[in-house]
């Protein structure tokens, strides 16, 4: 892959990984990602972030073919995941930077992840500006988008916003610019990184964006560290109105129902469901979490506001996928969604019911008591799984028409 000229001396200097479908070990990539990192050539030569250990000598080249390494003066680290800092430490061996500027949890970070001794690290306030020579950098703390250390780097001549995770995407390409790309095409890539990553901190989202309109920060370019870059006003708007959406979780008229089933018989409780949902005018989709990652769940929300979950029992409790989908959803924190719970038996037959309070006790509406099936089902208890999901759907509908 080759540098990427975004300004006058401002370089895409990063890495894609086209091969990565297991993101951060807790989201699929289809679709791989990128690691962005980004070269300033000023009074003051800066490079923004750094990427992927395994990828140190592809960013090492990148920023040969611009200038020697040695010739950087400033390291500005937005972010010390470390699939952006991994190559750090490499990077300060080579480039002996003047400065290395971070959050003040940016350094509580980098102490505790590298030998930092010798290090020339200094650490910026909220607001707090740099000027490299014909360019002055603002730095704009966002903590908790997502990791306490993170700040966004506001170029501020040029308009550029180095956004860090922030506005990111999990997309390999050749293509650098959203407009090469098209927006359409990114949308649903985009939602899924929101979904499985930024979503817990949707109230920060929308205060960051509010904060952003009251600077009167005005922008040519949005730049993150994962995915395609936003250049044109069109993709800009496109890019904070998508944000506001996802943020604030509009009901939207779809339906989920994950479900997990050992011999077929919560499976079959899934499918009449979907009938009972189909009846009353809803789509849906139907997730087996025995065949699917438990990120796959948080996909589908992002354009569904009705989550259905069913499990047989075993051993008193659901099935250990289903509870792995349900922990992953408390920890993202998914707000205005109706739903229900159902499941087999052939024992005792709590998961139903323990799912049904996982799903109160994540702030979902349950509209219908839980549906049980003793080892079944029999038409009887078909027939309860289709009206639960007339009732889901028509509660939905009631959501989405107010």
């Known amino acids: ?7 006058d001396d401002i370089y895409w200097v990063g890495a ?113 500006r740099l000027n490299i020579g ?22 501020e001549e040029d308009k550029v916003l180095f956004s860090n995770d922030a506005f990111g995407q999990n997309v390999a390409t050749s293509c650098r610019y959203v407009d090469e790309y098209g927006s359409a095409n990114l949308l649903q890539s985009m939602k899924e990184y929101y979904y499985n990553i930024i979503l817990p901190y949707s109230p920060l989202v929308l205060r960051t964006l509010d904060k952003i309109t009251k600077l009167g920060l005005e922008f040519d370019m949005i730049a993150p560290d994962h995915g395609l870059i936003f250049r044109t006003k069109e993709d800009i708007k496109f890019l904070f109105d998508s944000y506001v959406e996802m943020a604030t979780q509009p009901y939207k008229l779809r339906a989920i129902i994950a479900f997990e089933s050992l011999w077929g018989a919560t499976k079959k409780m899934a499918y009449a469901i979907g009938d009972g949902l189909n009846s009353v005018g809803i789509p849906y989709i139907i997730i087996d979490a025995q065949e699917n990652h438990c990120s796959m769940v948080m996909n589908e929300l992002a354009n569904s506001s009705a989550l259905i979950l ?5 051993n008193n409790m659901p099935l250990v996928n289903m509870l792995g989908v349900i922990a992953n959803l408390k920890g993202l924190k998914p707000k205005n969604l109706v739903g229900a719970a159902f499941g087999s038996y052939g024992w005792s037959g709590e998961s139903a019911n323990i799912i049904n309070d996982e799903l109160v006790a994540m702030g979902v509406e349950v509209v219908a008591e839980p549906v049980k099936a003793y080892f079944g089902p029999n ?22 028409n107010a």
Request: charged residues 30%; contains cysteine.
């Open 16 to 128: 894609v990984d086209f091969n990565l479908r297991n993101f951060h070990r807790y989201s699929r990539s289809p679709e791989g990602s990128t690691y962005n990192a980004y070269l300033i050539k000023d009074k003051k030569n800066v490079l923004v972030d750094t990427v992927d250990e395994e990828y140190c000598g592809e960013l090492l080249k990148h920023i040969s073919e611009i200038m020697d390494p040695t010739e950087i003066d400033y390291i500005i680290c937005n972010h010390l995941e470390k699939d952006h800092s991994g190559s750090l430490e490499r990077i300060v061996e080579v480039c002996k930077p003047e400065k290395i500027f971070c959050s003040v949890m940016g350094e509580k970070s980098m102490k505790a992840q590298f030998n930092t001794e010798g290090w020339p690290i200094h650490v910026v306030k909220d607001g707090e």
């Open 379 to 400: 038409e009887e208890e078909l027939a309860a799984c289709y009206e639960l999901g007339q009732k889901v759907g028509l509660a939905l509908k009631e959501k989405v």
């Open 310 to 314: 069913g499990s047989p029992t075993r």
């Open 1 to 7: 892959m080759k540098t990427v000229l975004l300004k």
């Open 134 to 155: 014909s360019r002055n950098i603002t730095f704009l703390e966002t903590r908790m988008l997502h990791w306490p250390d993170s700040m966004v780097s506001y170029l």
